[in-house]
Nanobody, 117 residues
Framework: QVQLVESGGGLVQAGGSLRLSCAASRSISSINAMGWYRQGPGKQREVVAVITSSGRINYADSVKGRFTISRDNGKNTVYLQMNSLKPEDTAVYYC???????????WGQGTQVTVSS
């Protein structure tokens, strides 16, 4: 299993930007998919964005056009650029690694993003 550590969260005003980073303990080039999920107050965890090893990307409808996911295999890091942030984006953001075999997904510890109105 890969170990994942998120960073880059914080407090930002509505309309602002943040960039989250997810550093992996080893190479991510062969991991089937890397993704960002979030869990807001009183809500279930939901997918935000996913990027596969082949570069295919999917976004939640709520963040399309505002968030961009990318991966740097050379740095074993996945990023989430978040622009035009809204108060409803407030959540703990988690990095996820999904494998192509039967192993359970790996998760980071999460980073808090708070957007003030």
């Amino acid at each position: 299993q890969v170990q994942l550590v998120e960073s880059g969260g914080g407090l930002v005003q509505a309309g602002g930007s943040l960039r989250l980073s997810c550093a992996a303990s080893r190479s991510i080039s062969s991991i089937n998919a890397m993704g960002w999920y979030r869990q807001g107050p009183g809500k279930q965890r939901e997918v935000v964005a996913v990027i596969t090893s082949s570069g295919r990307i999917n976004y939640a409808d709520s963040v399309k056009g505002r968030f961009t996911i990318s991966r740097d295999n050379g740095k074993n890091t996945v990023y989430l650029q978040m622009n035009s942030l809204k108060p409803e984006d407030t959540a703990v953001y988690y990095c996820n690694a999904a494998y192509s075999d039967s192993r359970a997904d790996s998760w980071g510890q999460g980073t808090q993003v708070t957007v003030s109105s």
